[in-house]
């Protein structure tokens, strides 16, 4: 079975620097996803980045990036130019690739936005 | 098109009541799941359905019972409601493929108390 884990319960960062949020993963799988959501104070879950694990370019959207090490089966999330809006629980999650959708999620890190 | 909807948004029972979720897409999708949210322990899958009449277990099953009757809903049933199922409920829905990746959408979430 895949599990995914996140070391990091709680980080903070200023306004307009940059953070990076770790995850880690165990599959026996060559091919996979990986999603980054968030669920802001609302509860309401957001994808914010998704990874295809045969793409060995990193995804990007807009601030958001992601630092995918297939061999070390790690993928951590940056968030450039923090926002306060980026306030929010961050959860990284596994996808098997091949006709089934079951997310398997890590336990979350709460980030902080520091005016 | 409202998205992935969940009634109710909070409920709360006594030990041994039964209630049942519901939740409904109008996204035509075949694909749905129900999650848990436990503090530290991120989203764990109670039980999917991969089309009208098919369900089938995730991690955490036990206590809970779906159907899929439709390809718009799919409620969630506690038969026997114990303290341990506290939790906060989503539901998600995507389309269903052996191939590429499609985003979940998630339901607002329910929050439920059993006391």
């Known amino acids: 079975a895949q599990t995914v884990t996140q070391s990091q319960p709680e980080m903070s960062v200023q306004e307009a620097e940059t953070v990076t949020l770790s995850c880690t993963y165990d599959t026996s799988e060559s091919d996979y996803y990986l999603f980054w959501y968030k669920q802001p104070p609302s509860r309401q879950m957001i994808l914010v980045i998704r990874?295809?694990?045969?793409?060995?370019q990193n995804a990007t959207e807009n601030r958001f990036s992601v630092n995918f090490q297939k061999a070390a089966k790690s993928f951590s999330l940056k968030i450039s130019d923090s926002q306060l809006g980026d306030a929010a629980m961050y959860f990284c999650?596994?996808?098997?690739?091949?006709?089934?959708?079951?997310?398997?999620f890590g336990t979350g890190t709460r980030l902080t936005i520091i005016p | 098109n409202a998205g992935v909807t969940q009634t109710p948004k909070f409920q709360v029972l006594k030990t041994g009541q039964s209630m049942t979720l519901q939740c409904a897409q109008d996204?035509?999708?075949?694909?749905m799941s129900w999650y848990r949210q436990d503090p530290g322990m991120g989203l764990r899958l109670i039980h999917y359905s991969v089309g009208a009449g098919i369900t089938d277990q995730g991690e955490v099953p036990n206590g809970y019972n779906v159907s899929r009757s439709t390809t718009e809903d799919f409620p969630l049933r506690l038969l026997s409601a114990a303290p341990s199922q506290t939790s906060v409920y989503f539901c998600a829905s995507t389309t269903f493929g052996t191939s590429g990746v499609n985003e979940q959408f998630f339901g607002p979430g329910t929050r439920l108390t059993v006391l």
């Open positions: 990874q295809e694990a045969y793409k060995q």
């Open positions: 996204m035509n999708h075949e694909y």
């Open positions: 999650a596994y996808r098997t690739y091949f006709g089934n959708e079951k997310l398997t």
